[in-house]
């Protein structure tokens, strides 16, 4: 059986090692890419000077919009706990396009732009340099070969424990080690060894995540195991037992009808600005962006703690500030004239399949437990990366052992 098992851990490692290297370093250079690029970028991500109030929405939004063609227009703005950061304005094209504006000064400090390094490696882990482009049509062979290539990791990893358990059991402590007891062969050998039990559980699971962006079938799969049914994305869903429909009724008749996660009404200054204004005669009309600031407001009255709220065209969101899932927000509906919210979707209340999937995502960059769980997730990949490579050293000299003793007793 342990011969079997060698066989595959070889034959299947061999030809697809290189690429399983390319893989595993390549996601280890995307782990801190965020703090990397800010730190780069930082006359783009941080204002020049932190002052005691901002400009309001409205207005900054408009400064925005007139640099902008008519094709392209505002989606949304996303503001930061950190008041050091600068607002990030999103675009309608192209994909996940987005401008940082000086919340405080007005001046646009550049536009969303992945640094050159970090395209060409998330292009390599995705996609093996291939089109960038995985929904076009046609078979996209770079990202076919890492799904490929992914799943023979996972094959070679549960081999290799097979392998390397009977002689483990006898002295585990010896199996663990990493030293240059033997000079550079025996440290290659004692990282292959060693150095794939102490990655086995962080690679693992980088894999096996990592492949339900590359099989459909896969993904599916990986759902049902978890006991939930995949589902396309979904931004807003809307509440059963009609409690939508019965809140749009209340904006109408002018009652407030909305509460933040905790069970505080979000609407009531909504509702009493409207009725002062209809009482004194005031009714201006707003521009698109007239509610925004309003709205930002009260969620971040009712959520000081969140990482960022986004407000857009009659919805907004608020990321929940907690480890784990990194995407979790609880989504809103307002009513672009008077301002008034109505909570949309909890998170707790969103569907599985979205839970699940931001979940998947925090598993495979390791971001579910903060800062630790990326460390652990950099040496990891970085580990998994030299798996191949120190396999190819012990195997040469395996095979460069067998030529020679095959030669020496005819010479």
Known sequence: MIKFFRKIHLWLSVPFGIIITLICFSGAMLIFEPEITKAVRSDVYNVAEVKDKP????????????????????????VFNDKSLTYQVNLSKPRRASVFVDQYSGEIT????????FTSMFRLHRWLL???????????????????????????????????WPRARKSLKNSLKISFNNGWKGFWKSLHVAGGMYALIFVLAMALTG?????????????????????????VQAPANGRADKERTNRQDGRPGGKDRHGNRLDKDAHDENQS????????RHSEFGRWQQVYNQLKAQNPQAPKITVGSETASVTIASSGNGRAADRYEFNHRTGEITPTTKYEDSNEADKLRGWIYAVHT??????????????????????????????????????????SPNT
């Open 55 to 78: 400009l309001p929405m409205e207005q900054l939004m408009e400064a925005v919009k007139k640099t902008l063609p008519d094709s392209v227009s505002i989606t949304g703005v996303t």
């Open 110 to 117: 550049g536009k969303y732009e992945r640094l050159g390094f």
């Open 130 to 164: 291939d089109s960038a482009n995985p929904h076009g049509e046609g078979v996209k062979v770079g990202k076919l070969l890492v799904g490929i290539s992914t799943i023979i990791f996972v094959i070679a990893l549960i081999s290799g424990i097979v392998i390397w």
């Open 211 to 235: 492949l339900t962006y590359s099989f459909g079938w896969y993904r599916s799969a990986f759902y049902a195991v978890c006991g939930v049914e995949h589902q396309p994305r979904s931004i």
């Open 277 to 284: 204004m209809r009482g004194r005669g005031e009714g201006r």
């Open 366 to 407: 390791g971001s579910f437990g903060g800062i630790l769980t990326r460390i652990l997730w950099l040496i990891g990949s970085l580990l998994g990366a030299s798996l191949p490579l120190t396999g190819y050293y012990i195997w040469i000299r395996h095979l460069s052992r067998k030529r020679k003793a095959h030669v």
